[in-house]
């Protein structure tokens, strides 16, 4: 037994308004479904592109926290007090005065 062109096509437009006139509530709700788990999809996707985002910037800020202090450290020891004394005698030919050439102002 097989269905007739004119019968498949008549079948086809009956269906057709079944589903317009007695399952319009369902049809829309199905629509709302397929329609909310795309927004799910979406917003899943953003989310993780978010949070990968996120990491990445943590590990940003982990470098640039190390390079701050290592930043620090060098600026510590080139500011410390023997070295600057040391390039003072040897740069300028500055001299520590002794007691002699002190010369105290009131």
């Known amino acids: 037994m097989s269905i007739q062109p004119a019968a498949a096509d008549s079948l086809i437009r009956q269906i057709g308004r079944d589903l317009l006139s007695v399952g319009r509530v369902p049809l829309v709700l199905l629509v709302l479904v397929l329609i909310s788990a795309l927004g799910v999809v979406y917003i899943t996707h953003q989310s993780r592109q978010l949070v990968a985002q ?7 800020r982990d470098d640039l926290d190390i390079e701050w202090r290592n930043q620090l450290l060098e600026e510590n020891s080139l500011a410390e007090h023997s070295r600057i004394e040391t390039q003072a005698e040897k740069a300028l030919e500055m001299k520590r005065p002794n007691a002699a050439n002190e010369i105290v102002v009131q």
């Open 54 to 60: 996120q990491e990445q910037l943590l590990i940003e």
